[in-house]
């Protein structure tokens, strides 16, 4: 028993201190990691926000007010204009060109091209010592720096790095007479306050991280073109180059290095980020890292502490532990043969009476107790689980009900919406074009007046063409009026049967039907399912039922079956009337379901408007129904009028008003 009391302290306890030790070392070096990786997700974020910052201002300024005077005073107004912004904005050239400017050598850069096609861009980019000559002949020099022979780099023949990293971004300019591309850049090289910036925010945020001694560094390649690492206190390593190792992993690989590196003169904890340029080649790093010195001297005299703790620890505890022992392992065993049991899953397991008075019996007593309630609480929580799983059961039935007509709502929000901002346009458009056709039409009649009948005759075929295109143009001009403005052409509801209306449209396309050869089904379903009367404006009813009549028969193209059915049927718990126009033609694509609604929407080019089933979901829509499409799996398409009862639908507006 002695020598089983000495063990843990003489034998397992160094054991288990020094698999601590080890395990807390690499989780400590785990932590520096971690640590370097979210600085470098910091740097990576800062780059990114430079970029899109960047972008967002020049198109800012290409939408500008400020920019569109200049354009309209001339190249000069705009280099004057462009040159005053360019410091604000921090930016080393800023220019306008327009698609004339654009020759073979500016069109190849990507960033350009996209705005060329009306995207921002803004990307890295690296630019040979010509290309920044052209653009800002002192950025040729900033960007020269030379090279500095450096430990373990990769070796090279080149002296001297002349190229230029830079951030660069454009913008489309698009407005009337005017278009082109807003182009700017910032060259990183000897970028001495982005970098110094970009370390003040990943390692200047408190005490803590001052004591850090953090360093950020752009390199392009394998060179440091601008970076706060120091060579001596005072001179910093412009032009040193990273480790040949390092350069395979980040640049050969395109992997990100988080470890510890050699960086000119020390070891740091340090993370190395590859930068691709807008072609996705990768043309240099980013890199954070800090000193690893500080740690590892925390490390060792962390070690050297618990180790002297240890040692006085087992001197001051092992005699008093030798004179406990005796009494303590009989309980305690029987203790820890209990929580086995209860591990196991065994509740019921319990110490029993140890016939001991001290701190050993208590302990053992409230242990049982404490079993006790564990038994008791996990009955309770066994019970509450089952009462809780039926209550997510009923309450994921009840989101996903909820969800739907969530969606349902979103959508319709999302076309009343775009309605609304189409109507806007088409109502402007509309009117403009009355003023010119109203100036034709009387021009025409002029013409007439001032030729005379018989003079007038010899050009009336032409005449009359222009009647009838100055009509035509009256039509769709209607046409725009009505779905942008629907109101106005006035409504004048009443309590309606659909049955007699449907076969009064019937009757007028007839002669459609009969040159064609359509084969009409009525299908009207009046005694198991009756369609109630409904409240609408009939000549609106009759457009939306004429306008799916004709567009059946021009799906047929020919011969064919024309279905019309009319039953009773409910929508959200309300019973309305249902009216379905089936046709046996080619039916609508299916990616091009979604979109037969929209407006301007026609498959027949040159002909329609594309503004027939837009106003009938209109009409319908305004009066409480719901018009849809679906392709039939006999072949054709069946277009579905819905229309609440005439009692649902006044209780529904006396409520709406109530509240």
Not at 331 to 347: A, C, F, I, N, Y
Not at 353 to 373: F, M, P, Y
Not at 563 to 568: A, D, E, K, P, V
Request: net charge negative.
């Amino acid at each position: 028993m002695l020598l089983l009391a000495l063990l843990p302290l003489a034998v397992l306890m160094p054991l288990l201190l020094t698999l601590a030790m080890a395990r807390w070392n690499a989780d400590y070096d785990a932590v520096l990691i971690a640590k370097v990786e979210s600085d470098l997700r910091i740097a990576e974020q800062y780059l990114g926000h430079l970029q899109i910052g960047s972008a967002e201002s020049l198109r800012s300024i290409a939408n500008s007010t400020a920019f569109h005077q200049a354009l309209a005073k001339g190249p000069a107004e705009v280099q004057a204009h462009l040159q005053a912004l360019r410091d604000d904005l921090q930016l080393d050239f800023l220019d306008y060109l327009t698609l004339s400017d654009l020759t073979p050598d500016l069109g190849d850069w990507p960033v350009i091209q996209a705005a060329s096609r009306g995207q921002r861009a803004s990307q890295i980019d690296i630019f040979t010592a010509d290309d920044l000559t052209d653009v800002a002949p002192h950025l040729a020099d900033q960007a020269r720096i030379s090279l500095i022979e450096t430990e373990a780099a990769a070796p090279t023949s080149r002296q001297v790095e002349d190229r230029g990293m830079v951030l660069h971004t454009a913008a489309p300019v698009a407005t009337l007479g005017h278009h082109g591309v807003l182009r700017g850049g910032r060259l990183l090289n000897r970028n001495l306050g982005f970098i110094d910036t970009l370390n003040a925010l990943v390692y200047l945020g408190g005490p803590a991280e001052q004591n850090r001694q953090g360093t950020a560094t752009l390199f392009l390649d394998d060179t440091r073109i601008s970076t706060n690492v120091r060579l001596f206190e005072d001179v910093r390593a412009l032009g040193t180059r990273v480790s040949a190792v390092v350069r395979n992993k980040v640049l050969g690989e395109g992997l990100t290095w988080l470890n510890r590196a050699f960086v000119v003169n020390d070891w740091y904890i340090s993370g190395y980020l590859p930068l691709t340029d807008s072609y996705g080649t990768r043309v240099g790093m980013l890199y954070v890292g800090f000193l690893e010195a500080p740690y590892t001297a925390a490390k060792k005299e962390a070690y050297w502490t618990i180790v002297a703790v240890f040692l006085a620890v087992l001197a001051l505890s092992a005699p008093l532990f030798l004179w406990l022992a005796k009494g303590i392992f009989s309980p305690l065993e029987r203790m820890s043969l209990t929580m086995k049991r209860v591990e196991r899953g065994d509740l019921t397991a319990r110490n029993g009476s140890t016939g001991r008075q001290d701190e050993i019996g208590q302990v053992a007593g409230h242990l049982d107790s404490l079993l006790d309630q564990i038994q008791e609480r996990d009955q309770r929580l066994r019970d509450w689980a089952g009462e809780l799983n039926q209550r997510v059961d009923r309450r994921t039935v009840e989101l996903r009900a909820a969800n739907k007509k969530l969606e349902e709502t979103f959508q319709q929000l999302v076309m009343s919406e775009k309605l609304a901002s189409i109507g806007e346009i088409t109502a402007g458009v509309a009117h403009e074009i009355n003023n010119p056709v109203a100036v034709i039409q009387g021009n025409v009649d002029v013409i007439r007046m001032t030729l005379g009948p018989e003079e007038a005759q010899e050009v009336g075929t032409e005449l009359d063409l222009i009647d009838n295109q100055v009509m035509r143009i009256g039509a769709i001009v209607s046409k725009l009026l009505q779905f942008a403005r629907p109101s106005e052409f006035g409504t004048f509801e009443e309590c309606l049967d659909l049955a007699p209306l449907v076969t009064d449209c019937l009757v007028l396309v007839d002669h459609v039907i009969a040159r064609q050869a359509i084969q009409v089904e009525k299908r009207f379903d009046q005694e198991t399912h009756p369609a109630p009367p409904v409240r609408i404006d009939p000549g609106e009813l009759q457009q939306v039922v004429i306008n799916l009549i004709l567009n059946a028969a021009q799906a047929m193209e020919g011969d064919g079956i024309l279905t019309l059915s009319l039953q009773g049927a409910e929508r959200d718990d309300r019973y309305g009337a249902l009216l379905t126009v089936a046709d046996s033609g080619c039916g609508i694509p299916e990616d091009h379901l979604a979109a037969v609604f929209n407006p301007f929407y026609t498959t027949k080019l040159g002909e329609g408007t594309g503004l027939g089933l837009s106003i009938s979901q209109t009409l319908i829509q305004r009066a409480g129904g719901i018009i849809s499409a679906r392709n039939r799996k006999a072949g054709g398409a069946a277009f579905s009028i819905w229309l609440p009862a005439a009692e649902a639908s006044q209780a529904a507006e006396t409520t709406s008003a109530a509240q």
